[in-house]
């Protein structure tokens, strides 16, 4: 008669039961594969907070998914699996630093002919008008990038920051 029942659940309700049956025996590891596909913001946001409490009070997660942004916020380790083998397995910190770049971009009004850049920096034109600075942060700051804009008479009229997430890192691992 349950799975009657269950037949009759939505998918996140299915999702929901079937957690709740992973968790009556209170075990020591989780395995969780692609726990938030196809379920809606609300339940992915409930999925979290408790598996997050979960893992406070010393459970083992582990999370298989191709949600790379949910991977990064979420894990505290992350191994990198690409046509069945293991590529990496690092701290997701670690593996987040790999990927020596970061990128300044910035509102300059316009089109403005590209100043010299410090060494290693390089310019993109954006096809929505901005301007991105790509630099290596271990050899060079945003400042000193700034400053050779200023130099060169760029106007800046506004400016954001955009750092490798996982997904960048990723690609650099399983390309080609």
Not at 35 to 64: F, Y
Request: proline share 6%; glycine share 8%; hydrophobic share 40%.
């Amino acid at each position: 008669q349950a799975n009657a029942y269950a037949r009759n659940l939505s998918g996140g309700m299915k999702r929901r039961l079937l957690l709740a049956k992973a968790l009556v025996h209170r075990p020591q590891i989780l395995v969780l594969d692609e726990p938030t596909a196809g379920v809606d913001i609300t339940l992915r946001e409930m999925l979290w907070t408790n598996v997050r409490k979960l893992n406070q009070q010393g459970m083992t997660i582990i999370l298989t998914t191709h949600y790379l942004e949910e991977a990064e916020q979420m894990c505290d380790e992350i191994a990198i699996i690409n046509h069945g083998e293991v590529v990496i397995r690092q701290s997701t910190r670690d593996l987040l630093a790999r990927t020596d770049g970061k990128t300044l971009v910035l509102d300059t009004g316009g089109e403005i002919p590209l100043p010299d850049l410090p060494r290693g920096a390089r310019a993109e034109r954006r096809p929505d008008g901005r301007l991105a600075i790509t630099y290596p942060p271990s050899r060079l700051r945003a400042d000193q990038v700034l400053d050779a804009l200023r130099a060169g008479g760029v106007p800046i009229l506004d400016v954001a920051t955009e750092q490798p997430d996982l997904e960048d890192v990723f690609v650099e691992l399983t390309r080609g």
